[in-house]
């Protein structure tokens, strides 16, 4: 049997230039180095550092497993010492998403969102990565649900024999700290029953029931609850392997065509519809946003990640593919910024913002403080 790979990928929002919108060029390059020097020791077979929006996204390929300490503490280090830049800059929110002062053995509760997928690599291994700004991790929920619960979009829940077969689904109570594992085609619809709970269910892991592994993972990171405070949204990230029993890559970027509403944006406290954008044009330009999807490819070829770059170009030196670059998605990034301006339009009212339960930022708890006393029954 042969070696099973490990693809980790680990994200934070370290500091910006003006406000939100993309991390320095030198905290990237200080993350690469970082990278750079767990490659040449052995740690990792390869890496490629990118971002979306003020997130930088660290991909790594190891033979480590899940959980290792000592990647998380590698990312630790790229994330700490970028974070040093950024305060030397006083760029904003400088090491937002770091909130212990020292690394204590692994990264989950220190403030990073983690993904991570362990597997035994295929003949061909294509594989996604879709990362996402201004959101929370159940804003891939709806886009899963599709690709892997709906043969409307997914043709292979039909056509194809292995997938045929369906997936299991992790899904986490992301309040509770809890999860549960839930088979379709069989419980399809009490799947969905949780999952459209999007203040409290999210995908966690899906994997295959004809022995493929992980289809995919998401990073369930809620940064609020770890924090005790809002400290930002949480961005999340999605890897995904992709055809030959797994759904195919278009079957993966088929449910991006659909405007859908997201909840984060502005302060983490409105709904606003996926913008798919390359990670060149993920700056936020509309009210902090809108809530940016990115989403990038490689093939992993023996642990290493190969784009569109010479097959001998050194480790980290990657040209991915950038799914949502092309002109095909203006239709949909158009529909995204109509359907912006119309909710947008409501300001401080429901539905444009979340909930009183899910506001990340809200003064209403100290404003009905104060106003208790001057209420009368009726």
Not at 99 to 106: E, H, I, R, T, Y
Not at 193 to 216: H, N, P
Not at 251 to 257: A, D, I, K, S, W
Request: net charge negative.
């Amino acid at each position: 049997m042969s070696q099973k790979v490990t693809v980790s990928v680990i994200k934070a929002d370290i500091g910006s230039v003006v406000g939100h919108s993309r991390p320095h060029p030198s905290m990237m390059e200080k993350c690469r180095e970082v990278l750079a020097e767990g490659r040449a020791c052995g740690l990792l077979q390869d890496f490629y550092v990118t971002r979306v929006g003020d997130d930088i996204n660290l991909l790594m390929s190891h033979y480590k497993g899940e959980n290792c300490s000592d990647i998380h503490k590698l990312a630790w280090d790229a994330f700490s010492e970028a974070t040093k830049l950024a305060k030397k800059m006083k760029l904003y929110a400088a090491g937002q998403d770091i909130l212990c002062d020292a690394f204590s053995g692994n990264i989950k509760g220190a403030g990073p969102g983690t993904a991570e997928i362990e597997f035994e690599e295929r003949g061909s291994e294509p594989m996604l990565f879709f990362m996402a700004d201004k959101t929370e991790p159940s804003a891939y929920s709806l886009p899963l649900s599709r690709v892997f619960l709906d043969p409307f979009t997914t043709t292979g829940l039909v056509i194809d024999p292995r997938a045929k077969k369906g997936f299991d689904v992790e899904i986490h109570d992301v309040v509770d700290s809890k999860k549960v594992v839930m088979s379709s085609p069989d419980e399809t619809y009490d799947i969905l029953s949780l999952l459209g709970d999007t203040t409290r269910y999210a995908i966690k892991r899906i994997e295959s029931r004809v022995g493929l592994g992980t289809a995919c993972v998401v990073s369930t990171d809620k940064l609020n609850i770890t924090a005790g405070k809002y400290v930002g949204k949480d961005d999340p990230v999605c890897i995904c392997r992709a055809q030959s029993g797994l759904p195919a890559v278009g079957e993966y970027l088929q449910p991006y065509m659909n405007t859908m509403l997201v909840a984060g944006w502005m302060r983490g406290s409105h709904y606003g519809a996926f913008y798919p954008c390359a990670v060149e044009d993920s700056d936020p330009t509309y009210f902090d946003g809108p809530p940016r999807i990115c989403c990038i490819g490689f093939q992993l070829n023996e642990g290493r990640f190969q784009g569109l770059e010479p097959m001998d170009s050194a480790p980290g030196d990657h040209t991915p593919i950038d799914f949502f670059a092309g002109q095909v998605w203006d239709e949909v990034r158009t529909e995204s910024v109509k359907a912006c301006k119309m909710i947008r339009g409501h300001g401080p009212f429901m539905p444009a913002i979340l909930s009183p339960d899910e506001m990340e930022y809200t003064t209403r708890p100290a404003v009905l403080q104060q106003l208790t006393p001057r209420f009368q029954d009726l």
